[in-house]
């Protein structure tokens, strides 16, 4: 590609494949930036970036020619600009540097025990931190890509047939490929990130990550910091990250959060057990109820177990006596036959506090309308059903 020079930002819009690194190789030796476009965002979407981000250059979809605009230069050493909506829903613009890059890669490979010659299948939107460092895998390690278009379970599993030996997925994606019957065990490691799991996977080779874009991906492995990393709890149970994969800013902006001694202070709340990292949930997320802290995420979690429950989201809703009432938004597996919320609160009971259950059930019809309520939900038109709090008793939370 012709007419990338120093200080550029090249915004580019290609569809996943190996036009991508051959893009970030050139990009790099010239000393310019590449801000990864998703190929399939809306052109609203897209411009609400770009007007963002002001880059210098713009390679649109194959065919199309390359466009200079007026723009605002980088800074030496940066590599990436990663758009992400992070809480607000408004683009925020990651700057990652090559060194942050390199660390991170190199870290991943150093705890896998990845090589050059062990194949990666790239089916995450390369706009995505996930889906960029499975590209990078290739470039700064040199290690064979098969890369998809698009998730698709067949190809997936026709891919580890053939010898793919790594991947990286979200849960919802490995949610498809268990459901699909598709053989993973040849796999060394499936890295799933960017939310909570919702499925065990069994004998699968799962790695859980935790990270996000501005520690350049999952950086935590199965709880524990790859090399270099640190993880610390802060105030209000804050998880807050250190060490060389750290990002050097928000692009034209001056937001960080950073804390006085320069760590980077995440959204979510966690716990720190035996070296391990937990992550309780988004700070935003937590439902304080009679005094006491209630992290949807955990109860879901033992929600899920009951046989009658296809899909759940906890959440908060005003209350006047307890400050916030916990109520369970249900999908029924079968809506003939519906979980009882007497039944779902002697479950959580089982396995959390008492006043963790849910105070209110409300049944939803399927899971894309759950996926549509928020955290703090009132309750709405969404819900086909609401059944009255039926606990005995409202002494304490704690003693119920």
Known sequence: MQGIRAGDLVAASLPPGPAWLALLREAWEAGAAVLPMDHRLPRAASERILDAARPTLLVPQSGEPVRRIEGVDIDAGLALVMATSGTTGEPKLVELTHDALRAAVSASAQRLSATADDPWLACLPVSHIGGMLVMLRGLLLGAPLVVHREFDVTAFGDAVTEGVRFASVVPTMLGRLLQGGVDLSSLRAILVGGSAMTQDGGATPVVTTYGMTETCGGVVYDGIPLDGVEVRIGDEDRIEMNG????????????????????????????????????????????ITGGHKVWPTEVESV??????????????IPDAEWGNRVVAFVVPADPAAPPTLSRLRDLVADHLARYKAPRKLVLVESPGRIKGLGRDERLSSAARVDEPDTSPGRSEPGGE
């Open 303 to 316: 929600l899920r177990r009951d046989v009658s429950v296809a899909e759940v989201r906890v959440s908060g």
């Open 244 to 287: 060389p994969t750290l990002f050097r800013g928000y692009r034209l902006s001056d937001d960080s959060p950073r804390t006085d001694d320069g760590w980077f202070a995440t959204g979510d709340a966690g716990a720190i057990e035996a070296g391990r990292l937990h992550v309780l949930g988004r700070l935003d997320d937590l439902i």
